[in-house]
């Protein structure tokens, strides 16, 4: 594979992290939000909401990408779905998001989409060593607590970043095109994950079920989030178990 130019937006999130070291061996350009901002095509706004950032912003990105001859791979998510399927949203399943961060990530997706050489990809529940997550918070609880109660109700794909982020990095260089949903193998609902979590760690925690309702989160979560795919080319990530062990390799890994 010949290397590429790539741009990264968001270098210095949790997931842009990890795409920058994936990319090794092609010409990175790493750009943090404090070096691009996307909420305005003349990066002259400060304020940054949610339909700004995740829907105008990807849009300015997508429109820029075009002008150049670029190919764009654009990151969304499981928030795109109602959560009321019972078998994995495939990449044709009808959206219906039912907060307001999932309308700004499907109007991102829509921008990206009018523009042609481009790639959505969706994911899910992602965790990783350089940004808050949820492991990273049952990690942190289960060092000072031996009981927690965790969600029972929401079903998913939990998603390392490491694969994640190599996944990214192969869907730019065959330059595909469309939409593919790429998470993590398996499913489980979060308080199997917390539980696992917990196992890998070593940590004596009790996990009780608790109940989404009981949380009054203001951006709802969808009930069930397991995404499927129809497409022989796209990327196939290692089960979420394998994801969680590289985690906690890679906080090893940076903590030493």
């Not at 901002?37 to 909401?49: G, K, P, Q, V």
């Not at 203001?218 to 069930?224: I, N, V």
Request: aromatic residues 6%.
């Amino acid at each position: 594979m010949l290397a590429m130019r790539l741009l990264v937006t968001g270098a210095a999130g949790m997931l842009g992290t990890d795409v920058v070291a994936a990319a090794a061996g092609h010409d990175v350009v790493a750009l943090a939000r404090a070096d691009l901002d996307i909420t305005d095509n003349d990066a002259e706004l400060n304020e940054a909401t949610a339909t700004w950032i995740n829907g105008d912003g990807a849009g300015h990105v997508a429109g820029a990408a075009a002008e150049v001859g670029a190919h764009i791979v654009h990151v969304s998510t499981d928030y795109v779905f109602d959560g009321a399927a019972t078998e994995p949203y495939r990449e044709d399943a009808p959206t219906g998001p039912i907060g307001a961060y999932g309308r700004s990530k499907l109007a991102g997706e829509l921008a990206v989409a009018a523009l042609p050489d481009h790639a959505i990809v969706r994911t899910a529940w992602v965790f990783g060593p350089h940004g808050k997550n949820f492991v990273d918070t049952m990690l942190r609880l289960g060092a000072e607590r031996d009981e927690v109660t965790v969600v029972d109700d929401q079903l998913g794909c939990p998603t390392y970043t490491g694969h994640l982020a190599a996944a990214l990095v192969q869907v730019a260089e065959q330059r595909l095109r469309g939409v593919l949903h790429v998470a993590g193998g398996g499913q489980c609902t979060w308080w199997e994950l917390a539980v696992a979590t917990f196992e890998a760690a070593g940590y004596n925690v009790k996990v009780n079920r608790g109940k989404s309702a009981d949380l009054g989160r203001p951006a709802p979560r969808p009930a069930y989030s397991v995404l499927g795919s129809t497409r022989s080319d796209a990327p196939c990530l290692p089960s979420w178990q394998e994801g969680l062990h590289a985690h906690l390799i890679a906080r090893e890994v940076l903590a030493s």
